[in-house]
């Protein structure tokens, strides 16, 4: 069990940095109790969407404003709709993480590193999770392919500056899931308890803020929480946020915006190549909700968490 839910030092020093002088003479435990722990995180989580909203209807209106005025329909004279509002709601999510990691350093007495911003290695260990995230996804599609579950062709000509700009905003967008999840919710949570309480209640949370995503199902909720799972473990066993946060992120950009398929339930503004399901066949490819929903990917991200809690040594700098 050890072995598997890696304790790495950065939730030691959480621990430490909850206890005040006057905690530790009573002889107080680290943390809060888990009740008041789960409170604590849905309350900073919808602060942070609240914020976030606010954020995105800002963006709306000036989408709005602009292609009025604008005689191409583009905004700003520049951006698509679609692809305006992508980048708008990706770049956004920073709002989140501002919000999540400031609440949770004033109410739980958090410090930067202890939500992963470890700065030793991080560019190596960020350019390790680009490439392990793509992978991850494109054995998912390639046993899609295989089994005639999709179709894949090209788009043609997709537009490389929205490409480069899209994928700065997942970069924010897989930091932010990865920071709320990973870096708050299971850090906080283990500061008291099993590390493996931790992992579970947070990748459950985070399956939990796709509840009201386009064609989610029961599939698409354990493949959700299988991934979840999956970061948790990268995240244990690195000790940074940054692995994690460049695998998902690469995970969401290959998904929608080079292979064209619809991430977790939305539709990418663009895309290199175009993903068509085969009918009849949603078990494999996710039907409504892109792959994510389907065995596919429920067979490649076991197979990762199985790799990475028995043979992955713990590699925290």
């Not at 430490?16 to 006057?22: C, E, G, I, R, W």
């Not at 909720?221 to 799972?229: A, E, H, M, Q």
């Not at 993903?275 to 996710?286: H, M, R, S």
Request: aromatic fraction near 12%; include cysteine; charge should be positive.
């Amino acid at each position: 069990m050890q072995k598997v839910f890696y304790r790495p030092q950065i939730i030691e020093e959480a621990a430490a940095s909850s206890l005040t002088p006057a905690r530790k003479a009573q002889g107080k435990k680290p943390g809060l109790n888990l009740i008041l722990e789960i409170l604590v995180t849905f309350a900073i989580f919808f602060m942070s969407v609240i914020c976030e909203g606010v954020a995105l209807n800002i963006g709306e209106i000036l989408a709005a404003m602009t292609t009025k005025l604008e005689p191409s329909g583009k905004v700003f004279g520049i951006f698509e709709p679609a692809v305006f509002e992508e980048m708008f709601y990706l770049f956004g999510t920073v709002v989140s993480t501002v919000v999540v990691v400031s609440s949770a350093m004033f109410i739980t007495r958090r410090r930067l590193r202890t939500f992963g911003f470890v700065k030793k290695n991080a560019v190596k260990h960020y350019l390790i999770g680009l490439a392990l995230g793509a992978g991850l996804f494109v054995a998912s599609i390639g046993i899609c392919a295989l089994t005639g579950s999709v179709s894949i062709t090209y788009a043609g000509g997709a537009n490389v500056f929205y490409l480069i700009l899209i994928f700065m905003g997942y970069m924010l967008q897989g930091n932010s899931e990865e920071v709320a999840c990973r870096g708050f919710t299971m850090v906080s949570i283990s500061r008291r308890y099993p590390v493996w309480v931790g992992v579970i209640y947070n990748s459950v949370f985070f399956a939990a803020l796709h509840l009201f995503n386009p064609g989610i199902g029961a599939l698409p909720i354990v493949n959700l929480i299988l991934f979840g799972i999956l970061m948790s473990l990268v995240f244990l066993k690195t000790g940074n946020i940054w692995l994690v946060s460049a695998l998902h992120t690469s995970w969401n950009f290959v998904q929608g915006n080079v292979f064209g398929v619809l991430v977790s339930g939305g539709t990418p503004s663009v895309s290199i190549l175009s993903t068509a399901p085969t009918e009849l066949k949603d078990l494999i490819n996710g039907g409504p909700f892109g792959l994510e929903g389907g065995i596919a990917v429920t067979i490649v991200v076991t197979i990762a968490i199985l790799v990475t809690a028995f043979f992955v040594k713990p590699c925290e700098d």
